[in-house]
Structure formats: C-alpha cells, structure tokens
C-alpha cells in the first residue's frame, strides 16, 4: 500500500510541475524563414499569391500527394481560397487576407478536423543586395498545456518545411527568370 501511495504521490508531483511549466511557456509561437532569390519581386509575388501556382513549390506536396483540393477565386486577390479535405491531412482551408503586391501578403490558415487550430502565414519580398530577400513567416497560438510544449519541436519540424518550400521557391523562380532573359 505505501508503494502505491508513493506512485501516486509522485505522479501527481508530476502532474502538477507539467501544469506549473506550462503556464511559464509562451502561448505563441512564431517561425521566419527567408531566401535570396534572384529575380523581380513581381515575379516572386505571382509564384506566392495564386494557389494554383503553390503545387510547384509548397513543401507539403509530397508529403500528401493526393491532397483533395479546390481552389477558389482569383489568385492575387483578397478571398482567393485553397480548401481541401484530405484522408491524412485533414480538413481545412487556406485564404488570403491582405496583399500588398509586390512586397506583402497575409494568408489565414484554418485547420477543421481533425483538430481545429489557426494559424497566419506572412509572405514578405524586399530588395536586398542582387536580388530579393524572401520571408515566409507562421505564426498562432499554443493551448494550454499541451500545445504549449510543441513550440520545441515547430522550430525543426515546420521550420524545416518553411525553409524546403522557400528553396524551391527560389530555383522555380530563377530558372522561370532565366528563360525571360
């Protein structure tokens, strides 16, 4: 009997230090990511603000090849919308916010099931040295306590993915300004 007292004892110890360092932990999170990419911003621009241009470069593609999508409205405009209810990825949405072409835009992104959660992405272009630097930003909240504890893995993980899509972003946008020239 005393070694289960003991147990419980500890576990709650346990339960509650989790509890206590969770609510010490930042309840957002922000990741920024960015490429030299070597081409006009317009340019840049059209690749980030039509989705239908986004199964060429964004990272997630071949992770969920078959992704069950739609997109809707015009891309370069406020409200054009990538929806998609897939098997593996869930459901959700992706829609655009604000733009300020050629340099800005905001994205909202939703997930419906099979967990709701929010999400913003940021895409910003500014002149830099020969070419143009290129920040791919996400940002949202972190639940408490759980979701709190993610922030340690995002930084590698969907830091990782933002940086994998910028890559391409940038070798799909030289080359693409390679044949103009």
């Known amino acids: 009997m005393k070694t289960i007292k003991w147990i419980l004892?500890?576990?709650?110890?346990?339960?509650?230090?989790?509890?206590?360092?969770?609510?010490?932990?930042?309840?957002?999170?922000?990741?920024?990511?960015?490429?030299?990419?070597?081409?006009?911003?317009?340019?840049?621009?059209?690749?980030?603000?039509?989705?239908?241009?986004?199964?060429?470069?964004?990272?997630?593609?071949?992770?969920?090849?078959?992704?069950?999508?739609?997109?809707?409205?015009?891309?370069?405009?406020?409200?054009?919308?990538?929806?998609?209810d897939d098997r593996r990825a869930g459901k959700g949405y992706l829609e655009v916010q604000k733009l300020t072409p050629p340099s800005r835009m905001e994205v909202k992104l939703v997930f419906k099931s099979p967990r709701q959660n929010q999400a913003r992405f940021v895409f910003k272009i500014v002149p830099s040295g020969g070419g143009m630097k290129t920040s791919w930003v996400m940002e949202g909240g972190l639940s408490y306590p759980l979701e709190r504890w993610l922030k340690f893995f995002l930084e590698t993980t969907i830091g990782s993915d933002l940086e994998k899509g910028l890559t391409t972003l940038k070798h799909l946008c030289e080359a693409e300004q390679q044949m103009l020239d």
């Open 9 to 84: 004892s500890l576990l709650s110890l346990f339960v509650v230090l989790v509890l206590i360092a969770s609510a010490i932990l930042p309840s957002h999170y922000r990741l920024e990511r960015s490429v030299e990419i070597e081409a006009p911003d317009s340019l840049i621009f059209a690749q980030i603000a039509d989705f239908h241009n986004w199964e060429h470069w964004h990272p997630w593609r071949e992770l969920y090849p078959q992704l069950n999508g739609r997109i809707i409205g015009q891309g370069q405009h406020i409200g054009h919308r990538w929806e998609w």
